[in-house]
C-alpha cells in the first residue's frame, strides 16, 4: 500500500517552491490542476473539522488571484493550530460534489509538514474596504449587479439559458465586474463583514443566512432588504454558512435585522459562495415594526372601487390551523376585497392521496370564518381538476379558486364547467363556462389550469372578467452561482407557453371589446422581464399593475428565495381599467416576508388592488 501511495505521487508533475497564487491562478480552476507541489509557505488563518485554510505569507497585487487556499486533510491539520506559518508539499485538486457546482480548488494530500513559527497575529481582510497589503493592494467590495461573463449579453434571466458552463470555458476573473469572480478571488480567505443586515429567515434548520455587509448595494428596499430587478439579482450578497468551531447560527432572524460583526472564511459549498464563520452569528438589533401596517385600500361598494386581492395560500385545507391568520389577514389588512384570487387551494382532504379530489369543505371553512369575522357574506367558486393532475403534493389537488363578497359582485350568468371542459371566448364576449378552465393539455401538463369567471356587480353597473394563474413552478434551476451560464431557469419553457395561451384567450376578449375590464393576477413563478412574462403581456394587451400603479421597482416583492426579495405574484389589467389606476390603488402586502420563522401564514405576501369596472 505504501509503495502504491508513492507511485501515484511521483506520477504527478511536480512543481517547487509554490506560491498560493500560483495554485489559484487567475481563472475558476487552477490550470496546475493534477500537480504536485513542495514548500508552499503560508500563515493558517482557520481550522474547521476536515482541514486548515493556509494564506500566502507573500501575496502579490492581482486582484485576479486568491492569496489563500483551503488544505483539506483532517488528520494533517489536527495538531497545527491558528497562527502557524508552516511550509507544506501536497496535490492540487479540483472538488465538487455536483455537476451542477463550481469546483473549489484545494490542497489535498499534504505532507512533509515545517513549523516556521508560531503565535503570528491573524488580521482578517475587511469587505468593503481596499486592503493595504494582506492579500495585496486591491478593492474588496463585490460588484452589486452582475455574476459572471458567461452570462448572455451580462443577464443573469437570459433566455435561453445553460448555454455554456464555468467548468468548460474556465474565464479569467474580473472581480471588479462580476460578482461570482469576486467570490472566487477571495476563495478561502478570511474575512470580516461588519454592517451585517439580514435578507431574510435563516436558509436551513442549521441557522444559514443570506446577507450584505457594509458595502455598496443595488436594490435596497424599504425594509432594508435587496430586491431582484432587471439584470441584477443581488451578487453583492453573500451566505453565512455553518460555524467552524462548532457552535450555531441564530436562527431566528427576519428580513432586516442585523447582526453582530462577523469573522469567517471565504469558501464555495453546494452551489454557493459563503462565509463560513469562526463562531455562531447573534443578532444585534431586530427589524421592527414586524408587521406592516393594513391597507388603506377599501371597496366603496360600487363600480368605480370594487377591490381585487391575490393570495397564494400554500397548501391550504379543511382543517388548516392557519384559517384565523389568513382571516386575520383578509380582513384586518386587505379590508375585507370585493374578491379574492386564490391558490394552492388543496381538496377536502389534503394530502390523504385517496382520489378525492372535492374542496367545497375547505372554501366553506375559509368563507364562513370570514363571515365571522368580517359580519360580510362571503361565497366562493372553483372547479375540480381531475386528480393528481395538476401539480403540488400528491393527493393535495390544488387549484385556483375565488372568494368573493356576494353583497358587491356575482358571477354573470353562471354555467360552471368541469375539469376537462375547455373554456372559450364566445361573442359578446362571453364565457362558455363560468367559472371555467384554460385546459391546453400539452401546455398544463401536471400544472395548474388558470380559472377564468365572468362578473357583474348586483346594481347590474359594473362587468368584469378575471384569469386567476399559477403556472408551472422553478422546481430544476440551478444556483445563480452555479455551473451553467446563465443559470437553469426550471419550467421556463413551460411557462413561456402558458403565458401564450393565456395571453391569446384574454386576446380575444379584447378582440371583442377593447373596453373590457380583464384582471389577471395569481402566482406566475416569473419575474415580469422574464421571457415567460413578456410574452404574455405581448400577446394579452394587458398592463403590468406595477408599472400603472408607478410602483417602485425595490418594492415590487412577495416572496423571498435565497438572497433577495422576489415578484413571482403580479397582477395584470386592461387598458380601459388601467386608464383611472392611482399610485395609491394598489399594494403589495408584506404580511409573511417581513416576519420571523413560525410567524409567516403562506410563503407569499397578498396584494390588494382597486379597480373601476363600470360598463363603458
Not at 110 to 139: Q, W, Y
Not at 381 to 407: E, F, K, L, M, W
Not at 538 to 547: A, F, N, R, T
Not at 566 to 576: G, T, W, Y
Request: aromatic residues 8%; negative net charge.
Amino acid at each position: 500500500m505504501k509503495l502504491l501511495f508513492l507511485i501515484s505521487l511521483l506520477a504527478a508533475p511536480l512543481v517547487s517552491a509554490i506560491t498560493v497564487a500560483q495554485i489559484t491562478g487567475e481563472r475558476y480552476q487552477s490550470l496546475l490542476n493534477g500537480t504536485s507541489f513542495t514548500n508552499l509557505t503560508g500563515l493558517v488563518t482557520a481550522k474547521g473539522p476536515s482541514g486548515l485554510w493556509l494564506r500566502s505569507t507573500t501575496p502579490d497585487d492581482n486582484e485576479r488571484t486568491s492569496e489563500s487556499v483551503y488544505v483539506f486533510g483532517a488528520a494533517f491539520a489536527r495538531n497545527i493550530t491558528r497562527g502557524q506559518i508552516i511550509t507544506i508539499d501536497g496535490n492540487v485538486t479540483e472538488y465538487r460534489s455536483s455537476s451542477a457546482y463550481l469546483y473549489l480548488t484545494e490542497v489535498t494530500t499534504p505532507r512533509n509538514l515545517r513549523i516556521v513559527s508560531s503565535s503570528n497575529v491573524v488580521e482578517p481582510v475587511v469587505l468593503g474596504k481596499r486592503t493595504s497589503g494582506l492579500i495585496g493592494r486591491r478593492d474588496v467590495s463585490p460588484p452589486t449587479e452582475l455574476y459572471s461573463s458567461l452570462d448572455t449579453n451580462n443577464d443573469i434571466f437570459a433566455y435561453p439559458n445553460n448555454v455554456s458552463r464555468v467548468s468548460a470555458e474556465n474565464p479569467r476573473l474580473n472581480p471588479g465586474r462580476f460578482g461570482m469572480d469576486f467570490w472566487e478571488s477571495l476563495s478561502g480567505e478570511l474575512v470580516t463583514v461588519q454592517g451585517v443586515t439580514a435578507l431574510g429567515r435563516p436558509a436551513n434548520t442549521f441557522g444559514d443566512q443570506w446577507v450584505y455587509g457594509d458595502w455598496k448595494v443595488t436594490g435596497k428596499n424599504s425594509r432594508d432588504g435587496l430586491t431582484v430587478t432587471p439584470k441584477d439579482a443581488n451578487a453583492e450578497t453573500v451566505i453565512i454558512g455553518t460555524p467552524l468551531d462548532g457552535t450555531r447560527n441564530v436562527n431566528t432572524t427576519k428580513l432586516g435585522d442585523t447582526l453582530e460583526t462577523i469573522v469567517g472564511v471565504v469558501q464555495y459549498n453546494f452551489g454557493f459562495y459563503s462565509i463560513l464563520p469562526l463562531t455562531g452569528t447573534k443578532i444585534k438589533a431586530l427589524k421592527q415594526p414586524e408587521l406592516p401596517p393594513p391597507s388603506n385600500i377599501k371597496s366603496n361598494g360600487k363600480c368605480d372601487g370594487i377591490t381585487v386581492g391575490s393570495y397564494n395560500a400554500e397548501n391550504f385545507a379543511a382543517g388548516n390551523p392557519r384559517v384565523p391568520q389568513i382571516v386575520e389577514h383578509i380582513v384586518n389588512y386587505m379590508n375585507s376585497p370585493s374578491i379574492v384570487f386564490l391558490q394552492e387551494i388543496q381538496d377536502n382532504n389534503g394530502e390523504t392521496n385517496n382520489g378525492n379530489v372535492d374542496a367545497n369543505a375547505t372554501l366553506l371553512e375559509l368563507t364562513t370564518a370570514l363571515e365571522a369575522r368580517s359580519g360580510l357574506p362571503y361565497s366562493f367558486t372553483d372547479v375540480d381538476p381531475v386528480n393528481n393532475q395538476d401539480g403540488g403534493a400528491p393527493g393535495g389537488n390544488i387549484r385556483n379558486a375565488y372568494i368573493y363578497r356576494s353583497d358587491q359582485i356575482r358571477l354573470y350568468k353562471p354555467n360552471p364547467g368541469g375539469p376537462l371542459d375547455a373554456n372559450a371566448v364566445l361573442p359578446g364576449p362571453t364565457l362558455r363556462y363560468n367559472p371555467g378552465r384554460i385546459t391546453t393539455p400539452q401546455v398544463f401538463n401536471s400544472s395548474r389550469k388558470p380559472l377564468v369567471a365572468e362578473w357583474e356587480t348586483v346594481d347590474g353597473k359594473g362587468h368584469f372578467f378575471t384569469v386567476n394563474v399559477h403556472f408551472t413552478s422553478k422546481g430544476g434551476s440551478s444556483s445563480l452561482q452555479g455551473d451553467p451560464r446563465p443559470p437553469v431557469n426550471g419550467g421556463i419553457d413551460n411557462r413561456i407557453a402558458q403565458g401564450e395561451v393565456t395571453g391569446a384567450f384574454i386576446a380575444e376578449i379584447l378582440a371583442q371589446d377593447r373596453n373590457a375590464a380583464v384582471i389577471a393576477s395569481g402566482d406566475f413563478n416569473e419575474f415580469s422581464w422574464v421571457r415567460p412574462l413578456e410574452r404574455f403581456v405581448e400577446v394579452s394587451g394587458l398592463k403590468e399593475l406595477d408599472i400603472v400603479a408607478n410602483v417602485k421597482d425595490v418594492e415590487r416583492y412577495s416572496y423571498t428565495f435565497g438572497n433577495s426579495q422576489q415578484a413571482l405574484d403580479h397582477m395584470f389589467v386592461s387598458p380601459r381599467p388601467a386608464r383611472d389606476v392611482k399610485r395609491s390603488d394598489f399594494e403589495h402586502l408584506h404580511l409573511n416576508t417581513w416576519v420571523t420563522g413560525g410567524n409567516e401564514v403562506s410563503d407569499h405576501d397578498p396584494a390588494l388592488a382597486k379597480f373601476n369596472v363600470c360598463r363603458s
